[in-house]
């Protein structure tokens, strides 16, 4: 009986309490999917502030680069790339970001930039100079605006009023020079104790950032001579410390056949042919003395090997030649077609050596790398950063370029 009695004295939710329940939970979600929605919806504001600060600061570096006065007098008409004082710009509205010569950035036409230019004095009374204050507007596509100020000032009329007011022709005596030496020593040796362990680790620190940087920044010269490099040019040596390559300047496709209905020079590969034209166009003019290649398959022996004194691929371009057509002085006799009716025009072997340590590069030498007396007396300057890097430029080649020696502790 108390088993049954138990049973028919439990009880549950009343529907007052379900529904003080059910509102409860209610209030609750509204809040958190409030939160929720509004996390989301801002989500991509820093990266639109981000980019809002970088445009702004691009056109307030633009601007107070520009001269402070009209250099030319011309105030009216400009357009912005024209633009030649600060004072131009007062006014400038883009609807999407543009660069110096008006052309719109791809990814930025959603900002829009507004630049005021106003006067301003500064200065204590009386020796005040006449300034400009330069304003950046950015809005970003969310509709949220960014003001980026700076100032430019007329130095040589900033440099005589600050002659006028601090620049004195007082000196000092020979006992007031005694008595600043004694306390400047007194403070040096209490205080340097105190300084040389953290004046060493930032010379360290910025040791180690200039490596890095200097490192980087010949991998970056290696990369880009190596890209520019003519296919199947690029060697090592048997001892793996010297990299030569030859350096393309340009290329395109030369015309094999005549053309049925206009006919023109192909270029033919049974005798000596003295010049030919091209399909398309190249870059810019060939320079008279460069050479042209055509199938380049080896960087040893003496088939398709452009390095070779007696190359069979390797021609001299001559005068006269255009953006459409190339003359070869002498005419030359190609001994392979390309497949693809496929030319490179090459100036200069450049080459890497690793030597005693240092990494060397030469380009456009007329002697081969190992003649360092002529590199020696090839000598301009040197400039040494104590214990890091020393960068050495030697003189130009016929060619007009010089080479770079980086040398790294």
Known sequence: MKHYSC?????????????????????????????????????????????????????????????????????????RTTFDDVNDYNGLVDNGAVDQNGHAIAGLRAYRVAVTVTTQSYGPVGETVTGLRVAVTVTDPAGETLTLSGFRADFEVAMKVFRRIYCTDSGFTLVELVVVIVIVG?????????????????????????????????????????????????????????????NTVDGGRYRRYPDPAIGGDSLDFTVADDGFDLLGQLSRIPTVGDSLVVYNISSTGTSGNAYDSASSNRATIGAASSLTHINLTPPFYFA???????????????TYACEGGVLNRYQAMASPPGNRQLWLDQLLLRVTFPGVISVMILAPAARGVGNLKSVFD
């Open 186 to 246: 007194i403070l040096a040796a209490l205080g340097g104790k105190f300084i040389v362990a953290p004046v060493t680790g930032y010379v360290d620190l910025a040791r180690r950032t200039r490596l890095v940087d200097q490192a980087d920044s010949v991998l970056q010269q290696m990369q880009r001579d190596i890209r520019h490099a003519l296919p199947n040019s690029i060697r090592v040596d048997a001892t793996g410390h010297f990299l030569e390559m030859l």
């Open 336 to 350: 392979e077609p390309s497949p693809f009716q496929r030319f490179f025009i090459v100036d200069q072997p450049v």
């Open 7 to 79: 049973c028919l004295n439990s009880r549950g939710l009343t529907l007052i309490e379900l529904i003080v329940a059910m509102v409860v939970i209610s209030v609750a979600l509204v809040g958190v999917m409030s939160v929720i929605t509004y996390t989301t919806s801002h989500s991509a504001d820093p990266v639109l502030q981000h980019q809002a600060i970088a445009i702004a600061e691009a056109y307030m570096e633009e601007i107070t680069l520009k001269s402070f006065s009209d250099p030319d007098g011309i105030g009216i008409g400009e357009i």
